[in-house]
């Protein structure tokens, strides 16, 4: 890229800049909450708001018995293909569900209130931001006129917070996207480049009810989850000593995060149904720790007379893992990175687990990056408060217009 068609491509940011934020506000404005997962009106809107810009939006509503399967109500994947000629397809996706936003705001979760540069609301940082980020990028790029070979997508879908399998996972699978790089939303300054994977179990712990007056002729299953979950914990702490070889990534980690069952306080609990989050590091293989975990929980199982544990997989999701072609995104996103904030950018992992993984498991090199601070917590992400310091916005989005330009390059 020259420097006359690098200072134009930074000129149309700058230019439309508020733009971006209105766009932003907007998003935040209208709830996308997931659970309920009723994202298909936000879709709509969302739809509207990029055809106001000038794109063509491909709008491709997931089937109710698909939505329904994934424990949401309804969701709409929008696509945007930019074509500039022969060459690679960048894909940029981000998602617009969100997590709801709880209690213990100073603002109105869904107010998009701007204080000293920040702008508060649920989503704002995680993930709507790069909705704004990405589509004030190619819109600059269609502005400011680069010699650019190859196609810019944008994937815009609902479902990260129920695991991305209708969204970004329904793109690839029906072929309705085919990318030979993706750029996946970020939340910090660092390249992403590396991220855990997550196995989600149901655990049904059964035994026989009982009135409470004679609890000797029933089998509480209450008690036999005492003893599973005093395992389960115990477990926990040997997954201390499996360690990462990659920064920001420590060892695997398990919580039993949802615990449900009981008749009656007169009555011995016949049924408890546990929920167990075990991340994987990308040095697991996914399928063996499911088996490890299942046979574990199976041994208990053993020592319970009259107790039957039965196990589900609710989810598995893979890890990130950086694929050949990953370091190029990796190289420009620095490059590019450092130049606009003036800082070093790292390249690291992170323990949580994104939609990323599924352009990684199509053999896609993908990573992270878009709008947020140095990092996640100072975004307040999934808390409240979240919030999104705007200038950050702005360095974001011509940090990733400055790397499609590089790799789309036709000069």
């Not at 439309?16 to 934020?21: L, N, S």
């Not at 709509?44 to 997931?62: D, I, K, N, S």
């Not at 329904?68 to 022969?86: C, E, K, Q």
């Not at 029933?218 to 702490?237: F, I, Q």
Request: glycine share 10%; with cysteine.
């Amino acid at each position: 890229m020259t420097p006359s068609s690098r200072q134009a491509l930074l000129e149309a940011i700058d230019r439309r800049h508020p733009d971006a934020i209105e766009f932003l506000a907007a998003l935040v404005r209208m709830p996308s909450d997931n659970p309920p997962g009723d994202c298909a009106a936000h879709g709509a809107r969302t739809a509207e708001l990029l055809e106001r810009l000038g794109f063509t939006v491909e709008r491709h509503p997931v089937p109710t018995e698909a939505v329904l399967a994934n424990g949401m109500i309804s969701a709409t994947n929008l696509i945007v293909r930019r074509r500039f000629g022969p060459g690679p397809v960048v894909a940029l996706n981000a998602h617009g569900d969100v997590v709801p936003p709880g209690e213990g705001w100073s603002h109105p979760p869904y107010g998009a209130e701007i204080h000293d540069g920040r702008m508060y609301g649920r989503g704002v940082a995680v993930s709507k931001s790069d909705f704004a980020t990405y589509a004030f990028a190619l819109k600059a790029l269609e502005e400011s006129g680069p010699p650019l070979a190859g196609t810019i997508e944008l994937h815009l879908t609902y479902d990260e917070e129920a695991g991305g399998l209708i969204g970004p996972g329904r793109l690839l699978d029906q072929g309705l996207a085919k990318p030979d790089y993706a750029i996946s939303a970020g939340f910090s300054y660092n390249v992403v480049i590396a991220h855990n994977g997550c196995l989600h179990l149901e655990i049904r712990i059964e035994g026989k009810s009982a009135h409470a007056a004679r609890p000797d002729t029933g089998v509480d299953a209450l008690e036999a989850t005492t003893k599973l979950l005093a395992s389960l914990y115990a477990l926990r702490e040997t997954y201390k000593a499996i360690r990462s070889d990659i920064a920001g990534i420590e060892h695997p980690t398990l919580v039993v995060g949802l615990i449900s069952g009981g008749i009656n306080t007169n009555v011995v609990p016949d049924v408890v149904t546990l929920r167990v989050d075990r991340r994987i590091i990308p040095e697991e293989i996914p399928e063996q720790v499911e088996r490890d975990l299942v046979a574990h929980i199976e041994t208990v199982a053993a020592t319970l007379p009259g107790i039957t544990i039965a196990t589900r997989r609710v989810l598995l999701a893979r890890p990130l893992v950086p694929r050949p072609g990953t370091d190029r995104l990796v190289m420009l996103l620095q490059r590019h990175g450092e130049a606009v904030t003036g800082e070093a950018i790292p390249a690291n992992g992170v323990p949580i687990y994104t939609d990323a993984r599924l352009y990684s498991a199509a053999g896609v090199p993908t990573v992270l990056y878009g709008a947020g601070p140095h990092s996640l917590l100072e975004a307040n992400g999934h808390r409240a408060d979240e919030n999104l310091v705007l200038d950050d916005l702005l360095k974001a989005t011509k940090v990733v217009a400055l790397t499609l330009a590089d790799l789309l390059d036709n000069a």
